[in-house]
């Protein structure tokens, strides 16, 4: 059993930044490939970016160019750095941490609002 504790989501301009905040439990975060995902009102959960236990990274399109994914092994942690931040970036997001083999585990979320 994996638990995720996400922190970091706030009111935020658009055009503005925020900095998303994932702490696992467990010995082996390394080995996690961890994910965030986020779900707007009404609308399916959808992923926002991937990051591998290697470093290897993956983003939706809709976010590539405006969010970095990246992970401290050493503070089992992972952030979503959110930058030139739009109203459709509205959504409640997810951490997600993927075990081979245990399954997958998710965080509570944390509402990220971007509205002048």
């Known amino acids: 059993q994996v638990q995720l504790v996400e922190s970091g989501g706030d009111l935020v301009q658009p055009g503005g930044s925020l900095r998303l905040s994932c702490t696992a439990s467990g010995s082996i975060f390394r080995l996690y490939t961890m994910g965030w995902y986020r779900q707007a009102p009404g609308k399916q959960r959808e992923w926002a970016a991937i990051i591998t236990g290697g470093g290897l990274t993956t983003y939706a399109d809709s976010v590539k160019g405006r969010f970095t994914i990246s992970r401290d092994n050493a503070k089992n942690t992972v952030y979503l750095q959110m930058n030139s931040l739009k109203p459709e970036d509205t959504a409640v997001y997810y951490c997600?941490?993927?075990?081979?083999?245990?399954?997958?585990?998710w965080g509570q979320g944390t509402q990220v609002t971007v509205s002048s």
């Open positions: 997600k941490a993927s075990v081979r083999p245990g399954g997958d585990f």
